[in-house]
């Protein structure tokens, strides 16, 4: 830290992602990315468009705002995109939170939402879980905080029946309520009919999980269009998530393709299906995700043991130090190849022990 840092930051903790390492192969299943290619049209849209690069690209994004507002059912201005979700989920706290509009999160969630309440100087309200990871919906309602909800929530993979958010939604009507569906492609429920009903109802996802690609950064969300006006105004004020030629167009094909994505969607849930098989079996207990990751711990594995265990053996997995979660890992879902090199190495891992 030089002596020239601004004292508003030097406490900050900033966000660890999964880990990038170069020093060897591994089996990555540390950051939840997708083990599939994008699609061959978000290749072909995205080397295309490289040609241009020498032109600032459409700063209204109005394309791929147009295609996603046709896939989500809703207007274009009802809709804006950003670099990654992550990037929405700071406009989000810098448009809709300050003193008078404190936040509030799960306990247990993406570590993400802290970190960027500490950037932006809001005071933020951590809500702990149930015993089983479970959130309850009572305890998030007339809060008068800015709500910031994963669905299905990460790292526990566990989604909220809509009734419930809509409960939250509705009785939360001075504040926003922000819905992180960045997993919801993978088998939960979306939330996105229910922004028509209320104007105070804001759906973030994101191209990084399911549409595979992670490496471009990109996100968007969808909600009543005073409050997408709001994000927008704070958005070209920075200027720093305008989306680039190259991803925009990646973006793009990918929606044309929308086939390809729903197809490994499903993939993922049958692996996810082969791997938790195959966990429970060896003696994991797993959470009920619903998600592109499980969630597990071992009775007789302490684990972060296990984390570095599998790291030696060119696995990796996310372990996080919550107290929480500190016996659990992690586990983002891959090919049904990915899942059985896993269970083969788990299987090494546990005989050793006997
Ligand atoms: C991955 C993830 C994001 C961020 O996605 P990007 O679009 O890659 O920035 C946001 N929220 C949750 C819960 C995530 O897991």
């Not at 979700?85 to 989000?92: D, G, M, R, V």
């Not at 709001?230 to 720093?240: A, E, G, Q």
């Not at 619903?290 to 302490?302: K, T």
Request: charged share 25%; proline share 6%.
């Amino acid at each position: 830290m030089s002596r020239f840092f601004s004292a508003k930051y030097k406490s900050l903790m900033p966000y660890v992602p999964g880990e990038q390492p170069r020093d060897r192969k591994y089996l990555k299943l540390n950051a939840n990315e997708s083990p599939f290619p994008p699609s061959p049209r978000a290749v072909e849209y995205a080397s295309e468009a490289s040609n241009l690069l020498n032109l600032y690209p459409d700063p209204d994004c109005t394309g791929l705002t147009t295609r996603i507002a046709e896939l989500c059912d809703v207007a274009p201005e009802e809709v804006l995109v950003a670099g990654g979700s992550a990037a929405i989920l700071n406009l989000a706290f810098m448009a809709f939170c300050d003193r008078y509009h404190p936040a509030a999160f799960p306990e247990v969630t993406c570590g993400l939402y802290r970190v960027l309440a500490e950037l932006n100087g809001v005071p933020f309200k951590e809500i702990p879980l149930e015993e089983d990871f479970t959130i309850r919906a009572e305890e998030y309602m007339a809060l008068g905080r800015t709500l910031f909800i994963a669905n299905p929530n990460d790292p526990t993979g566990l989604a909220m029946p809509i009734p419930d958010l809509e409960g939250i939604v509705r009785r939360t009507p001075d504040n926003v309520v922000v819905i992180d569906e960045a997993y919801v492609g993978f088998g939960a429920t979306s939330c996105l009919p229910l922004i028509h009903r209320y104007g105070n109802l804001l759906v973030t996802r994101t191209f990084s999980k399911s549409w595979s690609l992670a490496g471009a950064r990109l996100g968007f969300c969808v909600g009543n269009p005073d409050l997408i006006e709001d994000l927008r105004r704070v958005k070209d004020s920075i200027n720093l998530c305008s989306i680039d030629r190259v991803t925009m167009a990646a973006g793009l094909g990918a929606l044309s393709d929308v086939e390809y994505t729903t197809n490994n969607c499903r993939l993922i849930r049958e692996s996810r299906r082969f791997a938790a098989d195959g966990l429970a079996l060896l003696g994991f207990d797993l959470t009920d995700s619903v998600a592109n990751f499980l969630l597990a711990r071992h009775p007789r594995v302490d684990g972060r043991a296990l984390y570095l265990k599998l790291r030696e053996k060119g696995v990796l997995v996310r372990h996080f130090d919550h107290p929480a979660l500190a016996q659990y890992n992690r586990i983002t879902v891959g090919s049904l190849e990915d899942m059985q090199q896993l269970l083969k190495v788990l299987k090494e891992i546990l005989g050793e022990d006997e």
